[in-house]
């Protein structure tokens, strides 16, 4: 899965602390693949950004090397 690889060359090559990725909520396989590699929702924006001929609110997500490392270990 690309997303679980992005995920370890990030944390595992650059060192990073965190890694987001937003997705408009309507975006419901945005929103799975990105809790499937392991993210999860830390904020949601109301009505932040025009999709489809309306306003849509915008969902971020992330996770913490922490967690990730944590997850790895299972």
């Known amino acids: 899965d690309v997303a679980k690889l992005i995920l370890s060359y990030g944390f595992r ?11 408009v909520s309507e975006n419901k396989a ?17 009505k932040k950004m025009w999709f489809k001929g309306r306003y849509v609110d915008h969902v971020f997500m992330g996770i913490t090397a922490e967690e990730y490392f944590s997850s790895q270990e299972v």
């Open 13 to 23: 090559c650059l060192n990073l602390h965190w890694i987001g990725a937003g997705a």
């Open 30 to 46: 945005a929103i799975r693949s990105n809790e499937k590699a392991g993210l999860r929702i830390v904020a949601t924006i109301p």
